[in-house]
């Protein structure tokens, strides 16, 4: 059974100043928690219903080095910031902030995401195209939020993601080239593929400030057939790694 | 001020089962109820915040036909489905059933697509890349629910979604190309741009039916490099989007 204090310091988590605070995270669901009980990676308790423990035995017995409890799921639901109760949750620790390497791969930049599902699913989406980081603006919503980690589906233990003053970042690192998605672009069916550079994608409603666009080599866009006023920009960053990257 | 009766109506429209008896919808969201003004279209009612009302009087003044009432907050908010209320509502007729025209045109197909957020990024995704209607199983989630309008952005009023059987659909037009997304398909980065074709989206976790598949002329599919187990299903609709019309 888990203590007040224990229930009172899972909860203090669902909150970015506590996650940062503690160094630790929530990963919620089924899935992401049999891959972290996998991987055994930074992974410090695991919590789920017994139901859930017994169709994962196994896995769960082959745990070592971190508490798998057993929780109650009204216990287990009191954990929980989604809206949606799991059978599983994970306290996972925020691996160490590390340097980007830019040359020699692509990288997605993201400038004041502020849609937690957003960020989620664009850390999928770099995941399955075989990018392997990604960097927010410091302003973009945090990446250890639980409906991000949710969003991801596993893909942020394998993508780091590193927080960033792009515009420094951009200033630096001229020689390397920069891809601006923005409403009056060249067309990215005409973009030839890449094997390096940034991927930039903005704010929700307002896209990439002047600033961030001024310093980059390239503005390309998604040529607009219909009328909607805008791509959700989560699907705008697969749409730009399907015809950059493949 | 809206009597009993009306807010009851009003709720009991957040049901699919009300939405078909009555045939109207509400859709929520300065954005889309701007747009509904505008086009007039099949609005039976406008309700909104004084401040909402105030910022948009020209147009609420020029809407003819149509109800136009101030509603307090609270009682806004007692009428949203939604967990992030807004500040004005509209009831929208449903718009008839039509038969789909699937000659010299592109159509998305979805099959037992069930999160709302995604059938509605992927009628904005229709709406972007100009395909003009969209074709449901009967077993996808109704595009009339809030969190489908929300995520449409508007486009729900541009393109219709017509509700089929499937199987049906694909036997009668075999000289129609379909393009079915799955795992074990031809590159889309090989596939030549379409310009008529029907192409299949399958649901979020299964894909689509081995039946489908079985009626469709060509599989393609979204080539992996990464290690993420799949994409969201409106980001694959988008990156096939993004490679077989641009």
Redesign the interface.
Known sequence: MLSKAQIKYIQSLQHKKYRQKFGQFIAEGDKIVQELLQSGKDVQAVYATRDWLLDHRELAESATGMDVQEVEPPALKQLSSLSTPNQALALVNIPPASEPVLSGQVTIVLETIQDP?NLG?II?????????QIICSPDCVDAYNAKTIQ?T???IM?IPVIVKDILELLAANKHIPSYAATLHGD???GTPKITEGLILIGNESRGLGEKVLALCSHRIT???????????A???A??????L??
Chains 1, 2 share one sequence.
């Open positions: 599902g699913t999928r989406i770099a995941d399955w195209f075989g990018i392997r969003s589906m596993g893909s394998r067309n990215i069916a998604i040529p607009r057939i219909g009328q909607a006023e805008s791509l959700n989560a699907v705008a697969g749409i730009i790694c399907g015809r990257l493949i």
